[in-house]
């Protein structure tokens, strides 16, 4: 059996909570997978350009950086917390039911903007939620937490594949078809088919298909559904909702809850006014603390270094995913575009299974362990890419095995960084908008690189981000130790101030 009794208990007395956190991120998944196989589509129904269109990728990561970034003012409550939950769900829903009405691009870009913000908002306060709620134990429903991204993200190309058009709006020029087509088999989850259009049929004029994916993102409205009124549920259980008040009694604060299982029946409440008073805010918050001129060198250097390590990893992601497909038709691996387009499928089935895989594993290593395990994996698969850059069966191996060790870095490092900080910093709010930050970026980046210096460059991005990532890494470790001795250094000092107190209290009662 994987887990102990302790751990399944602790599970049961939160089943209700943490059931309704990851249900919440199979909606994050849902939204963020559903863009790159609908572009043309979405291309066709705006009646826009490829540059025009490609700033609603922009539109909705940004926000989501600007979400994750002011998520966790709502953490101050569970109230708060909660609502902005439900609120965030139910908007994904209506985003979705509304996107085949988006006639015009920049009415497009919005609607995906708002969409960015409540996905954002989602991922800050899961994550803060879940940590909150089971502390030292908290890696293990972080891992399944972040495998409910991945399920969301290869359902949502499964629904939206059978309503795509293949043949295009007929109102661009030859050369734009090329690229649009491009384009999409880079982004898309699926292979599709090659088009030969020639300039002439172009020039008169392409009967227009008529597409049919607005059925897609309708059905997808209709499958999020469930998670907002899962949340309500749950605010009705907690007795948060005035006008309904519920008939079972009210549950125990989540963070009693799990600090009772580690430090007894008087501990929660003073860890509970720690968390209020400390960390777990929005990164705004964390900085207004009166209480950080106090800390230690160590301390911020925790928050900076596990952030940047999650920009260079989350940014290895986003880039792979984006550009696999090019480097894999391109010289000298020449694949067909057919073959290329199962890369990225391969790509996110492999991160889903390595988070699935990763619920035991964090069990029975520490996150230190397997961070480790995972960086030096990303290392040696990029490097033996590098080394067989010309066989193409390697890349499909090495595919699965990019997204096996990247899977499970992020839940590791936030369990990590928490259990070193002890709960008390902000490092859920900084990690978290560290790594969309990092996703942002780098597909940026890398892709402009491939660009101008060719699609061998890709691979080698990856090995240099990989290994500055490793580099930042160990100099966490190293502040870590550094954090260790000053907590350790604390401690005696607060027992020499105790016990001459104790001494003169007791020689007063002679």
């Given at each position: 059996?994987?887990?102990?009794?302790?751990?399944?208990?602790?599970f049961k007395r939160n089943a209700h909570h943490t059931l309704t956190y990851w249900s919440v991120f199979f909606s994050f998944g849902l939204c963020i997978a559903f863009l790159g196989p609908t572009i043309l589509d979405l291309q066709c129904q705006t009646n826009s350009t490829l540059r025009q269109i490609t700033w609603v990728f922009f539109a909705q990561q940004f926000c989501l950086l600007i979400g994750s970034s002011v998520g966790g003012i709502f953490k101050r409550t569970l109230l708060t917390a909660l609502a902005a939950l439900f609120v965030?769900?139910?908007?994904?829903?209506?985003?979705?039911?509304?996107?085949?009405?988006?006639?015009?691009?920049?009415?497009?870009?919005?609607?995906?903007?708002?969409?960015?913000?409540?996905?954002?908002?989602?991922?800050?306060?899961?994550?803060?939620?879940?940590?909150?709620?089971?502390?030292?134990?908290?890696?293990?429903?972080?891992?399944?937490?972040?495998?409910?991204?991945?399920?969301?993200?290869?359902?949502?190309?499964?629904?939206?594949?059978?309503?795509?058009?293949?043949?295009?709006?007929?109102?661009?020029?030859?050369?734009?078809?090329?690229?649009?087509?491009?384009?999409?088999?880079?982004?898309?989850?699926?292979?599709?088919?090659?088009?030969?259009?020639?300039?002439?049929?172009?020039?008169?004029?392409?009967?227009?298909?008529?597409?049919?994916?607005?059925?897609?993102?309708?059905?997808?409205?209709?499958?999020?559904?469930?998670?907002?009124?899962?949340?309500?549920?749950?605010?009705?259980?907690?007795?948060?909702?005035?006008?309904?008040?519920?008939?079972?009694?009210?549950?125990?604060?989540?963070?009693?809850?799990?600090?009772?299982?580690?430090?007894?029946?008087?501990?929660?409440?003073?860890?509970?006014?720690?968390?209020?008073?400390?960390?777990?805010?929005?990164?705004?918050?964390?900085?207004?603390?009166?209480?950080?001129?106090?800390?230690?060198?160590?301390?911020?250097?925790?928050?900076?270094?596990?952030?940047?390590?999650?920009?260079?990893?989350?940014?290895?992601?986003?880039?792979?995913?984006?550009?696999?497909?090019?480097?894999?038709?391109?010289?000298?691996?020449?694949?067909?575009?057919?073959?290329?387009?199962?890369?990225?499928?391969?790509?996110?089935?492999?991160?889903?299974?390595?988070?699935?895989?990763?619920?035991?594993?964090?069990?029975?290593?520490?996150?230190?362990?397997?961070?480790?395990?995972?960086?030096?994996?990303?290392?040696?698969?990029?490097?033996?890419?590098?080394?067989?850059?010309?066989?193409?069966?390697?890349?499909?191996?090495?595919?699965?095995?990019?997204?096996?060790?990247?899977?499970?870095?992020?839940?590791?490092?936030?369990?990590?960084?928490?259990?070193?900080?002890?709960?008390?910093?902000?490092?859920?709010?900084?990690?978290?908008?560290?790594?969309?930050?990092?996703?942002?970026?780098?597909?940026?980046?890398?892709?402009?690189?491939?660009?101008?210096?060719?699609?061998?460059?890709?691979?080698?991005?990856?090995?240099?981000?990989?290994?500055?990532?490793?580099?930042?890494?160990?100099?966490?470790?190293?502040?870590?130790?550094?954090?260790?001795?000053?907590?350790?250094?604390?401690?005696?000092?607060?027992?020499?101030?105790?016990?001459?107190?104790?001494?003169?209290?007791?020689?007063?009662?002679?």
């Open positions: 059996m994987f887990l102990d009794e302790r751990i399944l208990t602790l965030s769900a139910l908007i994904i829903s209506v985003i979705f039911a509304i996107i085949p009405l988006c006639n015009n691009v920049l009415v497009l870009a919005i609607a995906m903007a708002v969409s960015g913000l409540a996905m954002g908002v989602i991922d800050t306060i899961a994550n803060i939620q879940l940590v909150t709620i089971y502390q030292k134990d908290s890696a293990v429903f972080l891992q399944a937490l972040h495998f409910f991204i991945g399920f969301g993200a290869l359902v949502s190309p499964l629904i939206v594949d059978p309503f795509l058009s293949e043949t295009g709006c007929g109102n661009h020029t030859g050369n734009e078809t090329e690229v649009i087509h491009h384009f999409r088999s880079m982004l898309r989850n699926s292979p599709i088919i090659e088009h030969s259009i020639p300039l002439s049929n172009l020039s008169h004029g392409v009967e227009k298909e008529e597409s049919s994916v607005h059925y897609a993102f309708w059905i997808m409205a209709l499958i999020n559904l469930p998670v907002p009124i899962a949340v309500l549920y749950l605010m009705y259980r907690e007795q948060l909702i005035p006008c309904c008040p519920s008939g079972t009694p009210r549950l125990l604060d989540k963070d009693e809850l799990a600090m009772e299982s580690q430090q007894g029946a008087e501990g929660p409440a003073v860890e509970q006014n720690e968390h209020e008073a400390g960390g777990h805010g929005s990164i705004f918050s964390c900085c207004q603390n009166d209480n950080l001129r106090e800390l230690p060198l160590s301390f911020f250097m925790i928050h900076i270094l596990g952030g940047m390590v999650l920009f260079m990893t989350d940014g290895i992601v986003g880039a792979y995913a984006g550009f696999v497909y090019t480097y894999a038709v391109a010289p000298p691996m020449s694949l067909p575009h057919k073959t290329a387009g199962y890369l990225a499928s391969i790509f996110w089935a492999a991160i889903t299974a390595g988070r699935l895989l990763s619920i035991p594993l964090s069990y029975r290593f520490q996150p230190v362990k397997l961070l480790i395990f995972n960086l030096a994996g990303a290392i040696v698969t990029v490097l033996m890419l590098l080394i067989f850059y010309t066989n193409s069966i390697f890349l499909f191996v090495g595919t699965c095995l990019c997204g096996l060790f990247l899977s499970s870095i992020f839940p590791c490092m936030l369990a990590y960084t928490e259990d070193i900080l002890d709960y008390q910093g902000c490092a859920t709010s900084v990690l978290v908008t560290s790594a969309g930050m990092g996703e942002m970026v780098m597909q940026v980046l890398v892709g402009s690189i491939i660009q101008t210096e060719g699609s061998y460059s890709f691979l080698l991005c990856g090995m240099i981000i990989a290994c500055i990532g490793f580099i930042l890494f160990i100099g966490l470790l190293l502040f870590h130790r550094m954090h260790r001795n000053y907590l350790t250094g604390t401690s005696k000092k607060s027992a020499m101030v105790e016990e001459p107190a104790t001494e003169q209290n007791g020689s007063s009662s002679l």
